[in-house]
């Protein structure tokens, strides 16, 4: 399993957060469904039929993290109430595709087995999953992208 590295500049997202633990239920598909319904109050838009799911704030003591379901936005826009804006920086990204059904086994794939082998470490910036203008959630083959953040060792 070998990644495209790309380098991707700094942007901003706008979206719902969730604050997640490791090994518990964790509703991701009506924080997507919360993110869609307010889909109108986004304004300025940067990436039309793109959306991200972005991984931040990894505690390793707890497990926890915040995952946003969010739009790209231009930097100047604003979260509505009830939403976040996070500024991402410009990082280099390993990328990984993947579908729904395969997502877990990709993502123990690069920690247990690329990342210790690849020359690279995390970058310790916001981790990206990135749905695409052609993926469908209803699609069990549609694919997305896992980007983690590195930097060479």
């Known amino acids: ?58 505690d390793e003591s707890t497990g926890g993290w915040d995952y946003i379901a969010a739009f790209s936005v231009d930097a100047s826009s604003t979260a509505p109430e009830g939403m976040v804006k996070l500024d991402i920086p410009t990082a280099t990204y390993a990328v990984f595709p993947c579908t729904m059904p395969t997502i877990q086994e990709i993502y123990d794939s690069i920690y247990q087995q690329w990342l210790p082998q690849s020359g690279y470490e995390h970058a310790r910036t916001p981790e990206l999953e990135r749905y695409g203008m052609t993926f469908n959630p209803e699609d069990p083959n549609s694919q997305l992208e896992i980007c983690v953040p590195v930097t060479r060792k």
């Open 1 to 58: 399993m070998e990644p495209q590295v790309i380098q991707k500049e700094a942007f901003s997202v706008v979206g719902v957060k969730l604050h997640c633990f490791m090994g518990k239920a964790n509703d991701f598909p009506q924080l997507w469904r919360q993110l869609f319904g307010r889909m109108g109050e986004t304004e300025n838009i940067a990436e039309q039929g793109i959306s991200y799911g972005v991984m931040d704030a990894y």
